[in-house]
T-cell receptor, first 115, second 111 residues
Framework: DSGVTQTPKHLITATGQRVTLRCSPR?????VYWYQQSLDQGLQFLIH???????AKGNILERFSAQQFPDLHSELNLSSLELGDSALYFC??????????????FGEGSRLTVL | QKEVEQDPGPLSVPEGAIVSLNCTYS??????FMWYRQYSRKGPELLMY????GNKEDGRFTAQVDKSSKYISLFIRDSQPSDSATYLC???????????FGKGTHLIIQP
């Protein structure tokens, strides 16, 4: 158990809908990263928040947005969903704002299916 | 061309064999090189990491980085059925950006 909690574990929805995925980082961690894993693209970095502020942006679509709250949990909002958004969404947390190997921990993921 | 290339496999070998997994990359700025293991429907877990070029050994696992060739490898000795998983290489230039992953190699160790 990495200590990173993601909910929901599974989600099935329809095209055009909007969903919110939630991540609680490990106790004491200030950074939250979001990744998308699909069969086509593999594991891709979406966005990084540190202590409530956006720190870095990766391949995140405009239909997607994220935020980190004062209690440090983070939410990833996916809107106008398309079939191609079906994927595993992972959250990872670390204590610092810059990458340190060995200090990044992944959650178990949220599996999104868009029908 | 993707920044990180990794053969997706599957790679099937008998128990006890030496396994060689590798990735190539194009971004010269990468300094940290990681290998993650991912079991089905689970999150990636870090196996090993290397900073810059060189070798690193941890039990049955050896990681190698050749920055001049932009090529990294993971060797697994005395492979076990429990090593069956997807192995992902990942790289970072440091800083705030997320990791850049290969697509992963699905490894099957046959008892």
């Amino acid at each position: 158990d990495s200590g990173v909690t993601q909910t929901p574990k599974h989600l099935i929805t329809a095209t055009g809908q909007r969903v919110t995925l939630r991540c609680s980082p490990r106790s004491g961690d200030l950074s939250v990263y979001w990744y998308q894993q699909s069969l086509d693209q593999g594991l891709q970095f979406l966005i990084h928040y540190y202590n409530g502020e956006e720190r870095a942006k990766g391949n995140i679509l405009e239909r997607f947005s994220a935020q980190q709250f004062p209690d440090l949990h983070s939410e990833l909002n996916l809107s106008s969903l398309e079939l191609g958004d079906s994927a595993l969404y992972f959250c990872a947390s670390s204590a610092r704002g810059d990458f340190i190997p060995g200090e990044l921990f992944f959650g178990e993921g949220s599996r999104l299916t868009v029908l | 061309q993707k920044e990180v290339e990794q053969d997706p496999g599957p790679l099937s070998v008998p128990e006890g064999a030496i396994v060689s997994l590798n990735c190539t990359y194009s971004n010269s700025a990468f300094q940290y090189f990681m290998w993650y293991r991912q079991y089905s429907r689970k999150g990636p877990e870090l196996l090993m990491y290397t900073y810059s070029s060189g070798n690193k050994e941890d039990g049955r696992f050896t990681a190698q980085v050749d920055k001049s060739s932009k090529y990294i490898s993971l060797f697994i000795r005395d492979s076990q059925p429990s090593d069956s998983a997807t192995y992902l290489c990942a790289m970072s230039a440091g800083g705030a950006d997320g990791l850049t992953f290969g697509k992963g190699t699905h490894l099957i160790i046959q008892p």
